[in-house]
DNA sequence: GACACGAGTGCAACCGCTTGCATTAATGGG
DNA sequence: CCCATTAATGCAAGCGGTTGCACTCGTGTC
């Protein structure tokens, strides 16, 4: 059916070795030569199988990209630069969706593995140890997420977190909140971890509430425990949950920023867009999309690079937070929203 | 390095074509000798090679899905389900994205026809002549799109159009604007060409405007271009122009609903989020998702089914859309907010 | 004029797997 | 007890390419 190799050869006159070599190490063979089996190919519509040639040279061409869940806002910028950036070097995407389930991240690795020269694997929820054994499978770019030994591209959410709480602070909020992401999540507990300290060094007290589905419903879910926990300013996980949350605070008669301020993480399309406008901290996705690719096809060049490239995040101060309650007042601490006094 | 098939033979005793066997084609190996190639090739961790076998066989497990824009959110939802449909198949999901260009689009398709058993076209912008052409090449199932002889799944935006205008005319609009899509878009045509004829039946005006890209920006920039044409409802060709329109509109001193009621296509995620909340035609893009795929695997069964796949749309209204001048009254057209009578 | 050399091409093995056919052993019927 | 069947396995060709090696020619050198 398809035409192949040996029907360039045949109708060109040369030998298939020759025709191969056109293609794959045109120094290779005389220049008249190669433009009449060019030629030949052009009028037969040859095109390589890529299949076909991987079977020998190992490489396909291919890059395996593994995400949690393509629905979520997050990914497909992340998917779309990647998939531009991979097509820039020739190569082509397989894209496969966890569903948030690590062991389906296993799964899949291992059924993709053969079929391709590396895999992204983008917020996965698997173990470091896993990860480390997969990578010995299949060259791997982990993409948030620190593992010894293999390359990674990390945003800086750690720092963004710091930001994010010092944001509040300085708004005078001093009962804070953070909602958790899912469990198995590097960024997690990165933002867990920062947020903390940052909370503590500004004598502000930390509640976190989760681990829970990183989603809109995730949010939604968690307002009461918010609003329960006295917390008059929340750090989300990511921007989905943020604007779960605040439809869960407006439906329990809070308003954002009034009486709550709430900030995400990620920067997603919808953070512009909703009302009030989302504060969030804004994650270079595209950016780490591009640079897991490249670190993906420089890695074959010089074994074992495994560098890590790291990503600046950046506060964006939208309508979501306001002023709290001010500094430590002793006086009235029921009341979220009196205008405090002073303390230190 | 990889554990071949030969490796299990080796440490099973056995021949090849047994191993493969055993795999391929179970029930000509004797259930003893299948188990124990099945324990060895485990404990090797043996995996077949997929793309050595589609040298023979011609399956390659694998299936083109070929979008616009991966970061439009109407796609992400569609590529989600065919990917969670392809694997329920086993089959592996190549995405590319082909940035609304028609050149791309063919390009990138062939490129993919040697390694996929077929290729999914949603929303494609080039010809129908040209899709004819490729679907000679490849397997094809059409997404957004009739073409003589090619199996589509098709969304009734016709039916949705009609419903959106039939609704905005009811709330007593009779200048309507219908903010057209790409060029090379089939929906936009069908739309244009269901919005035309039923405003026309309902003795309204319809000044179109386009075509645009299909972007939140498309939607901004033709805000002063609605309010030139004097229409006090529009209809959108998807959501995120709608979106984009209703933040331009604002921007030029014009409330929505108050002054003009916009409806968009789609019911992406976050039309439920924005302020107001979009009045939108939901298309079943899951749904589309798994029916494509669902075609393109039956397609290899019986030759030329070339079924085409209806799904129905489905208006949900909103905020975004409000009362219209009324009945068509000589008196005061400047009001639009005029408390007006509802008409028919 | 013999020789080394490099450019250009052909030859054939092989990548990992499938599959039609041949071979062998076990089974049942007459 | 022999033969035809059937079940189970081995054999080898081949899918569409790549690549190390051998071969054939000019060409330049001594």
Redesign the pocket.
Known sequence: ??????DV?RAC?????????T???P????????SRVLACAEQLG????RA??A???GRTYNIGLIVADIANPFFPPLIKAAEAQARKHDHHIFVADTNEDAALEEEVVRALA?QVDGVLLVSPRMSNALIEQLSREVPMVVVNRQVAGIPAVVMDVARGARTAIEHLTALGHHRLALVAGPRGSWTSREIRRSASATARTAGAELTIIGPNPPTEVGGLTVAEDVLRAGATAVLAYNDLMAIGLIEGLLAAGAEVPRDVSVVGIDDIMLSRLTRPKLTTVATPTAAAGRAAVDMLLAHGDDRRTTAHVHLQTELVIRDSTGRGPGPHSPADPGDVNAPGGVAS
Chains 1, 2 share one sequence.
């Open positions: 059916m398809a035409v192949t190799i040996r050869a006159g040369v030998h298939i070795s020759t025709v191969s070599r293609f794959s190490a120094h290779l063979v005389n220049p008249n030569t190669r040859y095109r390589p199988n076909a040639r079977l020998i040279t053969k």
